[in-house]
């Protein structure tokens, strides 16, 4: 009797000894898990914010190239978003992000690389907006094609980078290779390797579609392809036009290069927009203080006449260009992206009072 | 003189079980005893057990207290070189040269001085997206003192703040002389709140 008493005792005990040290390590194991989740969320969170600084140092500072190394986070997938002029970044799947609506980010939609690259590019309308930044990797290949000055000044820049070539013809583009690169992105200047329904070079079958996609420059408008069934699928049917004052660093052709969608390209060009009004209209009471000057000075001179005074001098031009983009802001289901193309000419103007005015006057910028 | 024995031996067998009993009784006393004492270094291991952890959450909570801190001092800083950066090169003041690239440190006086007045409808949401809590300010040092406040944000309550300066050329064309423009100097004063 006591023996069996003895023995279910034993037994009870180390059932007792078991459930309890389950009981403990589940709740070591919980932990843990929770541990292990905060921390990933934790090191999204940092890699996010360093990310977000070196942006910031990499878009304020004007012309520079810089190489991240990302080795660390290679695992990860950055991706880059925008819409209705809020930018968005961060590493897929985690909840860590960065939500701007100050800075234009052109880039590929999502960029899987140890190595990131980021470029600035002053946009110039004509005075300086912004920075534009262009971020993209080593495994993201673009290939040029066409006579143009941006094909020459990206294959000049684009030299350090070492992914961008140029094609020389019509076998080289359907000899692409994607040889293990993330993304392949075509720019065809000419206007006669991509069209909507064109087959896409046969060795591109193998990527993902959205890793395959082109752009076609064409006079001052952009359209954006993507493969879509073995085929070139244009994105935008209406083509979006590139507002810029042309010239050597096109910032606004460049960013159209970089971006992968027309979406984007769009909304990172309305940040810039809503910058050169806040920078407009600065200007503008800067030129009203130059006009309080000469007035002082020699109200029926020469610099008088062209600040306020002669047909299309600065201080109405400038109204002009505030008032175009107020209106924009104010009402944007109204205003179309191709109204901004009428920047351009009033930034011509402004521009060229600005070359009168700097010989003998103080310069507008 | 068998009922005698008989008797005898009941007796015998009644002092026996009398004894039996009162061993098992005491056996059972003890053996309830010996559960008590078990239960009570259960108990003792238990309440040891739950002191130890509760230590370690207690130790582990104030690690993370502090490293919490630690890492807002950090963001703070962080974000009060991202302000600099961002007020240093924000191209509403910089001293422009035409479509060349823009003077280094400098910043126009004439723009900085319409700065505020002029954006202050969007301090609330577009310059708040860019500087957050800040108060910016521009001293001119030479040739006058004049104090120019290009962003004001400053919440009514905050734990920490952090003032960073930058040296910065000051153009002002109004000032110059047969088309060249007045520089002076002065200095950034970026404050930045948590």
């Not at chain 1, 100050?102 to 590929?108: A, R, Y």
């Not at chain 1, 392949?184 to 064109?198: A, C, Y």
């Not at chain 2, 078990?38 to 003792?44: G, P, S, V």
Request: net charge negative.
């Amino acid at each position: 009797m006591a023996d069996k008493k003895g023995q279910v005792e034993v037994t009870i005990n180390w059932v007792y000894v078991l459930i309890a040290g389950g009981i403990i390590l589940l709740f070591f194991i919980g932990v843990i898990v929770k541990q292990k989740t905060a921390s990933e969320e934790g090191l999204a969170i940092d890699v996010v914010r360093v990310i977000e600084n070196i942006f910031v140092g990499a878009g304020v500072s004007e012309k520079t190239k810089n190489f991240i190394d990302t080795s660390g986070i290679s695992e990860f997938t950055l991706y880059f978003d925008c819409l209705e002029g809020v930018g968005e970044y961060g590493l897929q799947g985690k909840s860590a992000n960065v939500q701007n609506i100050i800075d234009p980010l052109f880039s590929s939609s999502t960029i899987h690389s140890p190595k990131l690259i980021t470029w600035s590019v002053p946009y110039l309308l004509p005075f300086k907006v912004t920075d534009f930044l262009y971020v993209t990797a080593p495994n993201i290949k673009y290939y040029l094609y066409g006579q143009d000055d941006l094909i020459e000044e990206l294959e000049r820049e684009g030299q350090e980078f070492g992914n961008i070539i140029v094609l020389d013809g019509q076998n080289s583009y359907m000899g692409i290779d994607p040889q293990g690169n993330d993304q392949i992105r075509v720019v065809d200047i000419s206007g006669t390797l991509v069209k909507d329904g064109f087959a896409v070079p046969e060795k591109l079958l193998s990527l993902a579609d959205e890793k395959v996609t082109a752009l076609v420059l064409q006079g001052e408008s952009a359209l954006f392809f993507q493969k879509e069934a073995g085929r070139w699928h244009l994105l935008n049917s209406i083509p979006v036009p590139i507002v810029s004052l042309g010239g050597a660093r096109d910032a606004a052709k460049l960013g159209a290069v970089f971006s992968t969608s027309p979406e984007q390209y769009q909304c990172n060009m309305g940040k810039a927009f809503h910058r050169l009004k806040n920078i407009a209209i600065i200007q503008l009471a800067r030129v009203e203080r130059l006009a309080e000057y000469y007035d002082l000075l020699n109200p029926e001179g020469f610099c008088t006449n062209l600040i306020s005074h002669a047909d299309k001098n600065a201080k109405d031009t400038l109204d002009m260009m505030i008032k175009l983009l107020d209106a924009c802001a104010l009402v944007p289901e109204d205003c179309d992206y191709q109204d901004y193309q009428k920047l351009i000419p009033l930034s011509q103007e402004v521009e060229k009072t600005n070359e009168v005015l700097k010989v003998n006057c103080i310069a507008l910028y | 003189m068998r009922s005698i024995d008989t008797g005898i031996i009941k007796r015998i067998m009644n002092i026996i079980m009398d004894i039996i009993k009162s061993v098992m009784k005491r056996r059972m006393a003890f053996s309830g005893r010996r559960a008590q004492v078990h239960l009570t270094e259960t108990i003792a291991i238990l309440f040891i057990f739950f002191i130890l952890v509760g230590l370690g959450i207690s130790f582990y909570g104030k690690y993370k207290s502090i490293s919490f801190v630690e890492q807002q001092e950090e963001q703070l800083q962080a974000r009060a070189i991202r302000t600099t950066l961002r007020a240093i090169f924000l191209p509403e003041l910089l001293c422009s040269r035409g479509s060349a690239e823009p003077e280094e440190n400098c910043m126009d006086v004439v723009k900085a001085r319409e700065f505020s007045p002029q954006l202050q409808d969007q301090f609330d949401d577009y310059y708040f997206e860019m500087f957050s809590y800040a108060n910016i300010t521009l001293q001119q040092v030479y040739p006058s003192l004049e104090k120019i406040p290009l962003y004001v944000h400053v919440p009514e309550t905050y734990e920490q703040r952090e003032t960073t300066f930058f040296v910065m050329a000051l153009r002002d064309e109004t000032k110059g002389e047969r088309g060249v423009p007045s520089y002076g100097f002065g200095y950034l004063r970026v404050e930045v709140f948590s």
